[in-house]
């Protein structure tokens, strides 16, 4: 998409969208007066699977995500690389999450000027959030509200299992309960239900799924 120029989010969508093993290379979108912002704006109960995103250069206002500005449905086996940026409620996939996210990744960077800003997700209001972690840096550094997986959020409203954020890097070590902390090296060397320097790394991941590459890879999806 480099010559496609500044793309149009499309509009709340409720059907089911596979990528189907391919990549979507160089999106970008500079909508910074706008909410709902990423290659989809919102999410209504429909399904996005098997979207691979590389080198977004996504940036809107508020409920801003690589992939989905605003989720209220499911996005199974799916990754974001690039970078995202917003004001608020900004999230490297997601901006606000009120849906399942099932087996994703994210590398990147996410910025959000008026905070919660997350790795994975901006802001969590419900719904899940399994299988999944994220890297990349999140700034700036004294907003509120930030998460190297999940920018708010209350804990007691997320339910979610074995997912992981890279702690070493920047914006990712204050982070909030809302996610695994590990180090690159502990990410980048696990295999599936493995311990590294004493602490498991994910657990309960499927290998058929996940790719975890050599000790110097971190996962990818298969």
């Not at 959030?129 to 708010?152: F, R, T």
Request: charged letters at 15%; one cysteine or more.
């Amino acid at each position: 998409m480099s010559g496609y120029g500044n793309w149009d989010p499309f509009p709340a969508f409720s059907g089911i969208f596979d990528g189907n093993g391919y990549a979507i290379s160089n999106l970008k979108t500079d909508l910074a007066g706008t909410d709902h912002v990423g290659l989809f704006s919102q999410l209504n109960g429909g399904k996005l699977v098997n979207i691979n995103l590389e080198n977004v250069d996504v940036k809107g206002s508020v409920y801003v995500g690589g992939l989905v500005g605003y989720n209220e449905g499911t996005i199974e086996d799916s990754c974001v690389s690039g970078s995202v940026s917003g004001n608020s409620q900004v999230g490297g996939l997601v901006g606000f999450n009120n849906g399942t996210i099932i087996q994703a990744y994210t590398t990147g960077s996410v910025s959000a000027n008026n905070g919660n800003a997350g790795g994975l997700v901006g802001r969590f209001q419900g719904g899940t959030i399994s299988y999944c972690y994220a890297v990349g840096e999140v700034s700036p550094d004294g907003v509120l509200k930030i998460g190297g997986l999940c920018g708010d959020g209350s804990t007691n409203q997320i339910y979610f299992s074995y997912y992981y954020y890279d702690s070493s890097l920047p914006g990712h070590s204050n982070d909030n309960g809302r996610g695994e902390p590990r180090t690159s090296g502990q990410l980048k060397q696990g295999t599936a239900d493995s311990e590294i320097n004493g602490e498991m790394v994910y657990t309960g991941w499927d290998p058929s799924v996940w790719d975890f590459g050599d000790e110097n890879d971190y996962p990818v999806l298969r």
